[in-house]
Structure formats: C-alpha cells, structure tokens
C-alpha cells in the first residue's frame, strides 16, 4: 500500500460530521416538497452517498458525469454536459458537486438544469474554494471554505488517483 499524498487537511470525522449537519439544513428546507439531486460525478461521488444517507428515502438523484480538469488545472471546457438529459419540468433540483472552484462547471449545469425545466435550482458543495470566481456562482450549502490549494480525497481526485482516500489532503502545486 503506499503512502498517502500530500498535508492532511480534512479528517474523515470532521467530514461525516459536516455532512450530516449539511443534510439537516437540506431536510429542513426541502420539508414537504420532492426533491431532486443532480449529482456530478465523479468528484462528488462520496458525498453525494454520504449526504443521501441522511436524506428522505425517496430524494431522487441523477448522476451527470461532467468534467474540466486535466491534472491540477482547470481546462476552461465542460466536457459531457451535451449528454445530460432529464424531464426536470416544475422540479426542485440541488446539484452537488465536491468543489467550487471558478465557478463555471456549476454555471454552466446551472444553466443547462433551468432548460431542462427546473423550477429551481440550488447548489450544495462539499468545498469551496476563497478566490476570484470566473463565474458568479454562490452555493446555499457549502461544507468547507478552503483555501485556494488543490486537494484530494473523498471523492477528489488527481488525474483519477486518490479518491478513495477517507479524509482530505492538500497537494503542493
């Protein structure tokens, strides 16, 4: 087994403790309205699960695989959004991603979400990270303000390694 990347920065208890505090919030002001979650994998694929556990039984998820990243960089393209599809007509949708970073994955979904008949349409980020936004994108829910440093973990990956990793570390670029 080899040894884990990077800084520690999140533990895996911090994490869970997070996420369940996270779901209440979502619970309580879902109550008595159906919910949708579209998720973008795959660096929200843990929290997403973890956040569903603490969920009503019957929140539906949608999973959209969306990408920009290539190693520690943003490439400025959303990659697969075009094969998104669904019938979110009058809906209530909460996407989930693992990070707010620039802003224009979230934008983007935002947009195409809203096209595909939402009735609204709020985010919820496991991170976000403190700096200049290209887009102008603010999530209602937000697990973790981090600083502007590439991490992995929990779903956070480096060119598809680390993911699995419980808790959260900070690579140096």
């Not at 911090?14 to 996420?19: A, G, L, T």
């Not at 660096?43 to 699960?49: A, P």
């Not at 929140?59 to 019938?87: M, P, Q």
């Not at 620039?102 to 979400?113: E, F, I, K, P």
Request: aromatic share 8%.
């Amino acid at each position: 087994m080899s040894r884990a990347p990077g800084q520690p920065y999140l533990s895996a208890s911090r994490i869970r403790k997070r996420v369940r505090s996270l779901a209440l919030s979502i619970r309580k002001a879902y109550r008595n309205r159906p919910l949708t979650i579209v998720a973008l994998l795959k660096g929200s694929v843990f929290f997403v699960v973890d956040l569903l556990r603490n969920l009503p039984p019957d929140t539906e998820v949608e999973f959209w695989n969306i990408s920009s990243y290539e190693g520690t960089r943003s490439t400025g393209k959303i990659r697969g959004l075009k094969h998104c599809r669904g019938d979110f007509r009058g809906r209530d949708i909460l996407l989930i991603d693992d990070i707010l970073d620039s802003g224009l994955t979230l934008d983007r979904t935002r947009h195409h979400v809203r096209k595909l008949g939402a009735r609204s349409v709020s985010i919820c980020v496991l991170l976000s990270k403190k700096r200049r936004r290209v887009r102008p994108v603010q999530a209602r829910w937000v697990g973790f303000s981090i600083k502007d440093e590439f991490v992995v973990g929990y779903g956070l990956d480096l060119d598809q390694r680390y993911r699995a990793l419980p808790s959260i570390r900070t690579l140096s670029s």
